[in-house]
Every structure is written in C-alpha cells, then in structure tokens.
C-alpha cells in the first residue's frame, strides 16, 4: 500500500450563476446538484451531509462528468475534484468551506509488489500522480 497523494475539492458553479456573483457559496441557500445515494459514502459526500446537511438538491447522478455538465447548464452548486472542474472555463470556483482531500492511495499484495512487471505499473502510475500533482492539489 502506498499513498501516492491527495485530491482536492471545491464548490463550483456556472459563471452565470447567482453564487457566482456572490464568488460564495451559500450551503443554505443555493441549490445544488450532488452525487446519488449510491455515493453517499465517498469521503466528499460524507463531509458536505455534515456540513450542508439541509441543502437543496435539485439533481443527483453518479457521474462526475454529468455533475460538471449540470453545473455547467447553471442548475446549481456541485462539489467537484479541482483538476476536473477547475479546467472547465465554463465553471467558476466559489469561496466556502474546504473540504478535506481525498487520498489517494495504490494498493497491491506484497507478493505481487515483488514482480518487475508489477512494479513497473505501480511506479509509472506513482510517477504519473507525481507529475499532476499541482492540479490534483487545485493549484493549477
């Protein structure tokens, strides 16, 4: 096992939205569109139930990707990895609340670690996080 880095994550919204203009995030306020009960235990999920328990969801989805379009379409708040969000001109990051990173971690057995083809995967994907390590932290 080894923790290769962590995943930031920011709220998020259409460049048109209310919150937008505000350049804040209303956790009371402000509709938002979130990830489906089938997610509900992703690290995201679990911190914005405790902080934002009584927010309005006007869309759920299991998808990161159909998230980022409807945020995109104006029809509320997402939370959102940076590296993904961040990159879409379309969206603009609000102020709020941090949330934790997300880590992220490559497991493998022992045994396995042991086999050059193996350790050639782990590393190269090792190097690959190492490389966009600025944009997964939501620096670039």
Known sequence: MR??????????????????????????????????????????????????????????????????????????VVLLPCFLAGADPGLKRLDGPVPPPHELWVVFHADLGRIPRVRAVIDWVAEAVRQARPALGGEA
Do not use: I
């Open 3 to 76: 923790k290769l880095g962590d995943v930031a994550y920011g709220f998020y919204c259409a460049r048109g939205h209310p919150a937008a203009r505000r350049g804040t995030v209303d956790l009371a306020g402000d509709e938002f569109v979130g990830l489906d009960d089938s997610l509900a235990s992703a690290p995201q999920e679990r911190w914005l139930a405790r902080v934002a328990a009584g927010r309005k969801l006007v869309f759920r989805c299991n998808s990161s990707l159909s998230l980022l379009a409807a945020a995109r379409s104006g029809a509320g």
